[in-house]
């Protein structure tokens, strides 16, 4: 019989608020809470906040939907990333700020976080067994 066990679909509360990772190349990552998530305080409250900003306001641009975003993936998506450096070669450190600056400027980084956000599969609990096998393994030398 062909199908999907149901606990294969639940998501980890776990990774929806302290984040997956969304990997890149040469090591960088970047920690990704879920939006959308009921779970994820900090997410209800900035969108609340946003909302009744924008209550007044019934058309809003390209660019003031963009900053919404972004102020939205800084704020409590997006928290936290490694290996990200500057033209240098220096780490770059996390910072809401910072966010808000690389989230304007390179929309596929923008883009990439928004699509992994929103996409359940990234926060199945399944997930989180992988992970914990994969670490037990490591501290196990296999």
Do not use: H
Request: net charge negative; hydrophobic share 35%.
């Amino acid at each position: 019989m062909n199908g999907v066990k149901l606990s294969a679909l639940k998501t980890s509360d776990k990774l929806e608020n302290e984040g997956a990772e969304l990997e890149y190349e040469n090591g960088l990552t970047f920690l990704v809470g879920r939006m959308g998530s009921n779970k994820n305080e900090q997410y209800k409250k900035t969108v609340d906040q946003k909302l009744q900003l924008r209550v007044a306001n019934e058309y809003a641009t390209e660019d003031e939907t963009i900053d919404y975003l972004v102020d939205i993936l800084a704020n409590s998506i997006l928290l936290g990333w490694d290996n990200l450096l500057d033209d240098d070669g220096k780490p770059i450190p996390f910072t809401i700020a910072k966010a808000k600056e690389i989230l304007k400027e390179y929309k596929d980084i923008r883009g990439d976080v928004y699509a992994f956000c929103t996409n359940r599969k990234n926060y199945y609990n399944a997930n989180i067994d992988e992970e914990t096998a994969n670490l037990s393994n490591a501290l196990n030398g296999q």
